[in-house]
């Protein structure tokens, strides 16, 4: 099982675990702070309202009838009650010396989307808003839950979504982009494939590998057509990208790998195993050489306190028309039996 990706530099916890402390009288523990951000300014003036809810609260509300918006002041996003998915993702482009958006409101995700298969949320939404992170928990039918978990911050690691199962099954969730974004694969990325980089390398050539250097692999990239700094990257834990064969272009490389290769320009499709992770980093996050996540489903904490040893490398902008994937939909995939 591959673990694509990296998972944000905050704490994140089991969402079982959460909601079974949301339904005690304690309620559920905050988020850790941050392991290492990039940076806190980006998180300055951040904090989040949502349903109802600022400043700081911890504990249980009851599920709304319809979408409701999670508003902060770098980022806002809906969320659909009945199954956690997540529509109109943006960053609202207000100022902050991190900025990636270039002052722009800039819309990443149209939809986050889970199939929970027959299963379906129940209970109240554990709920807690403190400094610039939420976290909301739903449980369900069948021993389903689902944890979303953001942070209300110009740029770095912004969100995750985290699915558990009482069957220990996967759960497939769908991405699509907003109409004013598209995956692409990272050129210079491209341009080092192979190439060992970070503080502890000795050869490009060789590195040896270790946690401070790292091997460069082909990039998959979110970007659009007019912020020269806006980045995003997928970012997964315990979770597989289901290959979608109608689309490409299907990119090879000398060391064998097919990270970008049947991958559409504006939908991702996930399966995620039962307490993994689907997330999203952003700015020099999302084009920084780093190491895996661990194949980890409870209790997990990143581990990636690198303190700007490993290599940023950017990306072209404008993307180049050559490295965008397309097409941009597929129905391909939707329907491909679970992965193992």
């Not at 980022?75 to 997540?86: G, H, K, L, Q, Y």
């Not at 759960?171 to 694969?185: C, G, K, Q, S, W």
């Not at 290599?311 to 679970?338: H, K, N, Y």
Request: glycine residues 12%; proline residues 6%; aromatic residues 8%.
């Amino acid at each position: 099982m591959s673990a694509l990706g990296r998972q944000p530099r905050w704490k994140f916890r089991s969402a079982a675990a959460a909601v079974a402390l949301a339904a005690s009288a304690a309620g559920f523990a905050g988020l850790a702070g941050p392991a290492q951000a990039a940076s806190s300014k980006g998180c300055v003036g951040g904090g989040f309202r949502v349903l109802g809810q600022a400043g700081e609260f911890d504990g249980t509300v009851a599920a709304p009838g319809s979408r409701f918006v999670v508003q902060g002041t770098f980022v806002r996003f809906e969320v659909d009650p009945a199954n956690f998915a997540i529509h109109n993702y943006a960053f609202t482009g207000a100022p902050n010396e991190l900025d990636i958006t270039g002052g722009r409101y800039t819309p990443v995700f149209a939809s986050k989307v889970p199939d929970h298969r027959g299963l379906a949320l129940t209970s109240s939404i554990a709920l807690e808003v403190k400094d610039e992170e939420v976290t909301l928990a739903r449980t369900g039918t069948g021993g389903l839950s689902m944890s979303i978990q953001a942070k209300d911050c110009a740029t770095g690691g912004l969100f995750q979504m985290e699915p558990e199962r009482g069957d220990g099954n996967r759960t497939r969730i769908v991405h699509r982009l907003a109409n004013e974004a598209f995956y692409f694969d990272n050129a210079n990325f491209r341009a080092r494939l192979g190439d060992f980089v970070g503080s502890a390398c000795t050869s490009v050539q060789t590195g040896p590998p270790s946690q401070f250097c790292v091997q460069v692999r082909p990039r998959v990239n979110i970007g659009n057509s007019v912020s020269a700094k806006f980045a995003v990257r997928d970012s997964a834990q315990v979770a597989d990208r289901v290959p979608q064969p109608a689309c490409g272009p299907d990119f090879t490389n000398t060391l064998g790998l097919n990270e970008t290769g049947n991958h559409c320009g504006a939908m991702s499709i996930w399966d995620v195993a039962s307490g993994g992770r689907m997330g999203m980093v952003t700015g020099e996050d999302a084009v920084e050489v780093a190491n895996s996540p661990s194949d980890c489903i409870q209790d997990c904490q990143a581990q990636n306190q690198v303190r700007g040893r490993l290599a940023v490398l950017g990306f072209p902008f404008p993307v180049p028309d050559g490295s965008r994937l397309a097409p941009r939909t597929s129905t391909d995939g939707l329907t491909a039996p679970l992965m193992p």
